[in-house]
């Protein structure tokens, strides 16, 4: 499994903006797809955003609009840019990591709070 480390994420009011960033080995960060995916509490995770290596994205119907996934090959880091968040993007986020359709690791999930 590909070790990804998370950072970002925390408390805000409904409406605000949060960040995330997902980072892991350059090489094998630069050749994958990446995705965000979150799981609130009592449901499946789910996918929110993904990106190929070329940069093509990838929406959840729910987020379209709002965030945007981006990725920086050069560093191994893919980004996910939260803005008009809303209570119901209460969840964990968790960074992904696949190639050729299969899953090879995940992050360790970070909380993301949004107040009413």
């Known amino acids: 499994q590909v070790h990804l480390v998370e950072s970002g994420g925390g408390l805000v009011q409904a409406g605000g903006s949060l960040g995330l960033a997902c980072a892991g080995p350059?090489?094998?960060?630069?050749?994958?797809?990446m995705g965000w995916y979150r799981q609130a509490p009592g449901n499946q995770r789910e996918l929110v955003a993904d990106?190929?290596?070329?940069?093509?994205?990838n929406y959840a119907d729910s987020v379209k609009g709002r965030f945007t996934i981006s990725r920086d090959n050069a560093k191994g880091r893919v980004y996910l840019q939260m803005n008009s968040l809303k209570p119901d993007d209460t969840a964990v986020y968790y960074c992904?990591?696949?190639?050729?359709?299969?899953?090879?690791?995940w992050g360790q999930g970070t909380q993301v709070t949004v107040s009413s």
């Open positions: 350059i090489r094998i960060v630069s050749a994958s797809t």
């Open positions: 992904n990591i696949r190639q050729d359709s299969v899953s090879i690791g």
């Open positions: 990106i190929t290596p070329g940069g093509t994205t």
